[in-house]
């Protein structure tokens, strides 16, 4: 059970980025994906998640508005589309495979997590 994460990189502020998390050795439609992220000195954050069948997207309140997840089932892949970014969106972002994919205390949060794909860095800096 693999994932790949990819589309990183180093943008200006007000930019956008996708990043993509592409499944493997599974089908994907069966579990929920989400975006986490780290920044350094920072802890893990969720960013999104989105359920098996495309529905009911959570968002962390920091990226509301500005970054869209979504998923293409045929293609084992989702994807998060990051737009407006910000330096505080610079972080390592990385993907995860769940049965679950729900809100906690306002933030995305997973459960029963089957697996995580590598990180991927965002760099957003002028």
């Known amino acids: 059970l693999q994932l790949q994460a990819s589309g990183g990189g180093l943008v200006q502020p007000g930019g956008s980025l996708r990043l993509s998390c592409a499944a493997s050795?599974?089908?994907?439609?069966?579990?929920?994906i989400g975006w986490f992220r780290q920044a350094p000195g920072k802890e893990r954050e969720g960013v999104s998640c989105?359920?098996?069948?495309?529905?009911?997207?959570y968002y962390a309140a920091s990226v509301k508005g500005r970054f869209t997840i979504s998923r293409d089932n045929a293609k084992n892949t989702v994807y998060l589309q990051m737009n407006s970014l910000k330096p505080e969106d610079t972080a390592v972002y990385s993907c995860?495979?769940?049965?679950?994919?729900?809100?906690?205390?306002?933030?995305?949060?997973?459960?029963?997590?089957?697996?995580w794909g590598q990180g991927t860095l965002v760099t957003v800096s002028s």
């Open positions: 995860r495979a769940a049965s679950l994919c729900t809100v906690v205390g306002g933030k995305p949060s997973m459960y029963g997590t089957r697996s």
């Open positions: 989105i359920s098996s069948t495309g529905g009911r997207p």
């Open positions: 050795g599974f089908t994907g439609d069966g579990y929920a």
